[in-house]
């Protein structure tokens, strides 16, 4: 079988670099495969049938966040976005993990370093942060509610040294009082009916503008519902929705 460039087969069906690259990430040209950042189409693979304007390319971030994630895409937004908000968010809560190592564990699911110790908890956290990006970009259009932030934050703490403290209250509200940054939070016992007015007013906007989102990740920190920090995952969620 030959297998022929984007370049190639764009000449060959009339169309953009751009639409061939969007028909492969989306599963509609059989045979089709990256290598490495490249794809391979088939010489005599079919050029898609376009029903309608609006299917020919994503509309939304959202659509092609969902479609790199299902055609395991290299290199786009998708891959840029689980490597920098793992990243970034693991950084904020203290991970010693570089960007570089971050990207490691990303694309090859290994830890490749030398002459250097590791924090488990830290890659750990890394891999699960993966896991949640991706089930915030499936459910990123189904209304936040407690039960999926728990389960966020059970991701999340899975399998940790956290995980195996029983005051910790991993995957559900917190126990005890803490301090974050100086502040006092909400009192365990006052978060439930903090995070319940919190999401019905979040919910009931129809159209999230972007006000709206970084007012939702103020109230959230001022709560601050779990043991540890979660806020970063939430935000992700909102962005995507």
């Given at each position: 079988?030959?297998?022929?460039s984007?370049?190639?087969?764009?000449?060959?069906?009339?169309?953009s670099?751009r639409?061939?690259?969007?028909?492969?990430?989306?599963g509609?040209?059989?045979g089709?495969?990256l290598?490495g950042?490249?794809?391979?189409?088939?010489?005599?693979?079919?050029k898609?049938e376009?029903?309608n304007?609006?299917?020919?390319q994503?509309?939304t971030?959202?659509d092609i966040?969902q479609?790199q994630?299902?055609?395991?895409?290299?290199g786009?937004?998708y891959?840029k976005?689980?490597?920098d908000?793992t990243?970034?968010?693991?950084h904020?809560?203290?991970?010693?993990?570089?960007?570089?190592?971050?990207?490691?564990?990303?694309?090859?699911?290994?830890i490749?370093?030398?002459n250097?110790?590791?924090?488990v908890?830290?890659v750990?956290?890394?891999?699960?942060?993966f896991?949640c990006i991706?089930?915030?970009?499936?459910?990123?259009k189904?209304a936040l509610?407690?039960?999926?932030?728990?389960?966020?934050?059970?991701?999340?703490?899975n399998?940790?040294?956290?995980s195996?403290k029983?005051?910790?209250?991993?995957?559900?509200?917190?126990?005890m009082?803490?301090?974050v940054?100086?502040?006092?939070?909400?009192l365990?016992?006052e978060?439930?009916?903090?995070m319940k007015?919190?999401?019905?007013?979040y919910?009931?906007?129809?159209?999230?503008t972007f006000?709206?989102?970084?007012?939702?990740h103020?109230?959230?920190?001022?709560?601050h519902?779990f043991?540890?920090?979660?806020?970063t995952?939430?935000?992700?969620?909102?962005l995507?929705?």
């Amino acid at each position: 079988m030959r297998y022929l460039s984007v370049t190639e087969i764009a000449k060959k069906w009339n169309v953009s670099e751009r639409s061939v690259r969007n028909y492969c990430a989306q599963g509609r040209v059989v045979g089709a495969f990256l290598a490495g950042k490249t794809w391979n189409i088939p010489e005599n693979a079919e050029k898609p049938e376009r029903s309608n304007k609006k299917k020919e390319q994503p509309i939304t971030l959202l659509d092609i966040l969902q479609e790199q994630k299902a055609s395991k895409y290299t290199g786009g937004i998708y891959h840029k976005t689980q490597i920098d908000l793992t990243y970034n968010s693991n950084h904020i809560e203290g991970s010693r993990l570089t960007h570089d190592q971050t990207r490691y564990i990303f694309e090859t699911n290994t830890i490749g370093v030398e002459n250097e110790v590791l924090n488990v908890d830290d890659v750990i956290e890394t891999v699960n942060h993966f896991r949640c990006i991706d089930i915030i970009i499936d459910h990123a259009k189904a209304a936040l509610t407690e039960k999926f932030i728990k389960e966020l934050h059970l991701i999340q703490k899975n399998g940790t040294s956290d995980s195996r403290k029983d005051w910790f209250a991993v995957g559900d509200y917190k126990k005890m009082p803490n301090e974050v940054g100086g502040m006092d939070p909400a009192l365990p016992e006052e978060v439930a009916d903090k995070m319940k007015v919190l999401l019905t007013e979040y919910n009931t906007k129809e159209e999230k503008t972007f006000e709206d989102i970084l007012d939702f990740h103020v109230k959230f920190e001022r709560i601050h519902p779990f043991q540890d920090k979660l806020e970063t995952q939430v935000k992700d969620l909102c962005l995507c929705a």
